[in-house]
């Protein structure tokens, strides 16, 4: 499952740490259902996708609230569980972010993700209101060299856990790729 094809978990950049129920969580718990799972499951599903953030609060659980699909959180899909194949990796806008989804695609590159798994795209979440700054919008245009990128704009009224007054062209488009209906709303 992990980067480096170990029963670990791992984040798609390969900084995070075992999961509280993987099989080399620190305090020995292991839930027994899936347990039971990983036991007869060894492949990613072709129904359904999955957000998986290339950094911490990327945006991964607001665009599953959105627009549907598993939220895998900073982590690829897990095969014995029966997730979801189709990938969006999503990472905000800042450096920081960018420098995180660079690392992923770099880890998907060198082939450290679960057999099977297919990139649907990047999805780049503004991390701030207005236009990017030259520098940024560069490292977009080099992220798009290597894999399709979706922009997601700036959406004031999500800041506050409001209903978006406007569903912004992108948002539309990226929920086409995935075949949902954005509303705007966040549950």
Do not use: K, Y
């Not at 992990?2 to 509280?20: F, I, K, N, V």
């Not at 492949?43 to 991964?60: E, K, P, Q, R």
């Amino acid at each position: 499952m992990s980067l480096r094809a170990t029963s670990e978990r791992r984040s798609p950049t390969g900084t995070g740490g075992a999961a509280a129920d993987s099989p080399t969580d620190t305090t020995g718990v292991r839930r027994a259902a899936r347990h039971r799972r990983r036991t007869t499951t060894t492949t990613l599903s072709d129904a359904g996708f999955c957000w998986v953030a290339a950094h911490g609060g990327a945006g991964t659980t607001t665009l599953a609230t959105v627009l549907g699909g598993l939220d895998a959180g900073c982590r690829w899909p897990e095969p014995a569980d029966g997730e979801p194949a189709r990938v969006l990796l999503v990472a905000r806008t800042h450096a920081a972010g960018m420098r995180a989804a660079s690392r992923a695609l770099n880890a998907m590159r060198e082939g450290r993700h679960p057999p099977g798994m297919r990139l649907v795209a990047l999805v780049l979440v503004a991390d701030a209101p207005g236009r990017l700054p030259i520098a940024l919008h560069s490292r977009v245009r080099v992220l798009r060299s290597v894999a399709p990128v979706c922009r997601i704009p700036w959406i004031a009224e999500w800041r506050s856990g409001r209903t978006a007054r406007a569903i912004p062209r992108q948002l539309v488009r990226l929920g086409q790729l995935v075949g949902a209906h954005p509303d705007g709303t966040l549950g």
